[in-house]
């Protein structure tokens, strides 16, 4: 296809013609949140503006549009990742909210004294305390693949934690630190020979992976959607509909019952099952209108773009003297995580900031990984496709005025 016009799409996003401290915004924190094209927000707007209405509930015409709208966005997603059907699709408050949703049910239906969850070195804080939370409330056992200092997974390890005890595996597609691209087709593919489920963390790879998850088959994907240009709140769980039907509901109320009596409530079907309450209505209709512009401006397209950009900014960030990446591995993708001599991560952050550049700085909610590296936090530049080299540029020549400034 033809490459992106990328200063045309950049005239999509309004926040990108700001400035910051008086500079021209140079936004490379995508891995924390990307920013919204104005369909997004024109389709958030939308709904308040002409058919605010609550969904399944009222038979009158404008919660007719809702339910239409809201149950089309359900469609909308499960098309973008190949579901083979609408209700394996649960939206959710975000990636924190699915994979507390799917810890908590294992604990309660499936995970007993003795056994065993594994996750991995790199797992975001968000898939490590809630199977923590997990494993306390039923004796069962955390086990952690490492990595090695590349920032990838160690397979041979991982392949040597799957016993018979094992009762899920959850790890990341992509390290939101290093940018790591985990091998999750061979992860799957080990974990199922043996029958057990997998649990995906896909916040860093749905916006830059094409995922297809009957081709790819993890039994339960989680993402957020304001980190693939929707809006904040909206996420989505997918699962299999074996699992989502042997799994009990994570929260009751309105919507998730058929019907309820003191003396006992029947579960509604998926997946309404697992959507207790008043959903974030407006946010799932933007965030379908999100991947509606995905598709549309070329999602291939995007990711060679992506590719490229990834690939210059690695070449001119390793021209810094002084710089160390944190996690180097040969598939990465989004993230690029860094040190420059002893400088610290907050200092350099600050400097950048002040020249318009906003990267973040920390320890990225992984800390065993910064505890593995032996360090406090690193820098982190991530990108979106609306990114230019000329950013790139602007951000080496950043990092060199901070360690002139700072060394
Ligand atoms: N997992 C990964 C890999 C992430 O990058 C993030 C967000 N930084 C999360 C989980 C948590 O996502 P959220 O805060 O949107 O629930």
């Known amino acids: 296809p033809a490459a992106l016009d990328v200063m045309q799409i950049r005239k999509d996003f309004p926040i990108l013609q700001q400035k910051v401290h008086g500079k021209q915004l140079v936004y490379l924190d995508n891995g924390a949140t990307t920013q919204k094209p104005q369909v997004v927000i024109d ?57 507390n949703l799917v810890a908590n049910a294992m604990a309660r239906r499936v995970l007993k004294a003795g ?34 200092e ?14 018979e005890t094992v009762k899920i595996v959850a790890v990341t597609y992509v390290s939101n630190t290093m940018g790591t691209i985990n091998p999750v087709a061979d992860i799957i593919a080990l974990a199922h020979a043996r029958n ?63 019907t309820v009596t003191f003396a006992k409530t029947i579960y509604n079907e998926l997946p309404y099952k697992f959507e207790a309450g008043t959903p974030n209505i407006a946010g799932c209709i933007a965030l379908a209108t999100g991947i509606d512009y995905l598709e549309k401006t070329g999602f291939e ?65 992984t800390e065993p990984l910064m505890d593995w590296f032996r360090i406090p936090g690193t820098v982190r530049a991530s990108l979106s496709f609306y990114n230019t080299q000329e950013e790139i540029d602007k951000l080496v020549a950043g990092i060199k005025k901070a360690a002139s400034m700072l060394l």
């Open 301 to 365: 397209k995007i990711r060679q773009w992506e590719e490229e950009l990834m690939t210059y900014a690695l070449q001119s960030l390793r021209e810094i003297e002084g710089i160390r990446f944190i996690g180097d591995a040969a598939a990465r993708s989004g993230a690029i995580s860094f040190l420059v001599h002893d400088i610290h991560p907050f200092d350099m952050g600050e400097i950048l900031d002040q020249q318009g550049i906003a990267v973040r700085t920390g320890h990225h909610c």
């Open 150 to 163: 590349r920032g990838e997974l160690e397979m041979e390890a991982y392949e040597a934690l799957l016993d």
């Open 196 to 258: 057990i489920p997998v649990l995906l963390d896909a916040a860093q790879a749905i916006q830059h992976i094409r995922i297809d998850v009957q081709a790819l088959q993890p039994d339960f994907l989680v993402f957020s959607g304001h980190k693939i240009y929707g809006p904040t709140g909206t996420g989505v769980l997918y699962g299999t509909t074996e699992w989502l039907n042997k799994l009990p509901p994570y929260q009751g109320g309105g919507d998730m019952i058929k």
């Open 115 to 148: 056994d065993t969850v594994i996750i991995s070195a790199m797992e975001h804080h968000s898939n490590i305390v809630p199977w923590q939370m997990a494993c306390e409330d039923t004796g069962a056992t955390l086990k952690v693949i490492p990595i090695n």
């Open 43 to 99: 389709a958030e707007a939308n709904y308040y503006r002409t058919y605010n209405s609550n969904v399944h509930r009222g038979v009158h015409q404008l919660s007719q549009i809702a339910t239409d709208a809201y149950e089309k966005a359900r469609h909308r997603v499960a098309a973008y990742i190949n579901a083979a059907h609408a209700h394996e699709v649960i939206f959710t408050k975000g990636t924190t909210d699915g994979i």
